[in-house]
Nanobody, 122 residues
Framework: QVQLVESGGGLVQAGGSLRLSCAAS????????MGWYRQAPGKQRELVAR???????DYPDSVKGRFTISRDNAKNTVALQMNSLKPEDTAVYYC????????????????WGQGTQVTVSS
């Protein structure tokens, strides 16, 4: 099994910054994608930032220029630096990893962290 553990959420005023971190552990052969998603009350989960399998980063327009994703492949960690936060960024943020757990079977599975709350006050 694979576990994703997030940290770094909290309460911040609009215009402030937060940094989220996520560490993957367990039966990992390779990680073929890592990223962050968020879900606000009454809304669907949406992409915040992710690394594609080719290593390039992907951001929606809503966070582009304010959020930066980074990754340490050796440690199986991913971080999200969030600057210029807005009240509409308030949500539960989830770490996601696309993991291959077997070297002999080329199957990738999606794993999610437990979520960390980010609240931005106006």
């Amino acid at each position: 099994q694979v576990q994703l553990v997030e940290s770094g959420g909290g309460l911040v005023q609009a215009g402030g910054s937060l940094r989220l971190s996520c560490a993957a552990s367990g039966s990992i052969f390779s990680i073929n994608g890592m990223g962050w998603y968020r879900q606000a009350p009454g809304k669907q989960r949406e992409l915040v930032a992710r690394f594609r399998s080719d290593g390039s980063a992907d951001y929606p327009d809503s966070v582009k220029g304010r959020f930066t994703i980074s990754r340490d492949n050796a440690k199986n960690t991913v971080a999200l630096q969030m600057n210029s936060l807005k009240p509409e960024d308030t949500a539960v943020y989830y770490c996601n990893a696309v993991v291959r757990i077997s070297g002999s079977v080329n199957i990738n599975s999606n794993y999610w962290g437990q979520g960390t709350q980010v609240t931005v006050s106006s």
